[in-house]
């Protein structure tokens, strides 16, 4: 059994963590990646910079409502997880997914918004024993998604 895993990347600034997203999308198997709000789409060539090209090689689609589509994917069984340090976050480590499912991650700084973490499934974090309350969100991307498959 394929293991379905997409993302969501909700209000992501920058272009470079977008490139990211999509490199390590394609590094981890992601089956497609999906961008909301205001996060920038391909061809940018600040997505291009850190991407390499699995911009042109995930598929992906924009919705500029991310509540919408949630809804339209827990209609579809997919499972919602939000990536979020948020009370009650389940260590990503021990969490295990059930597919096919969402990823979602959100802002840079105010992360994942309350109305896509109420109609999340699971929420899960990355446990952070240092000073620092995040990480950048392209690498807590990297390792959640990793850890998913």
Not at 6 to 33: P, Q
Not at 88 to 111: A, H
Request: with cysteine; proline share 5%; hydrophobic share 40%.
């Amino acid at each position: 059994m394929k293991k379905e895993v997409y993302v969501l990347a909700h209000n992501i600034r920058s272009m470079h963590n977008i490139g990211s997203i999509f490199r390590t999308s394609d590094g981890a198997g992601v089956s497609k990646v999906y961008l909301s709000g205001y996060s920038a789409c391909p061809p940018r060539k600040e997505i291009s910079k850190t991407a390499l090209g699995a911009e042109e090689t995930i598929p992906w689609e924009f919705h500029k409502d991310s509540l919408s589509l949630v809804k339209k994917l827990k209609k579809d069984k997919v499972q919602i997880i939000a990536l979020e340090r948020i009370e009650g976050g389940e260590d990503i480590s021990k969490f295990k997914p059930k597919y096919p499912c969402l990823l979602i991650v959100g802002n840079e700084i105010e992360g994942v918004p309350q109305e896509l973490l109420d109609l999340a499934d699971k929420k899960v974090e990355i446990p952070m024993r240092g000073m620092k309350e995040s990480l950048n969100v392209s690498v807590a991307f990297g390792i959640a998604v990793y850890q998913l498959f």
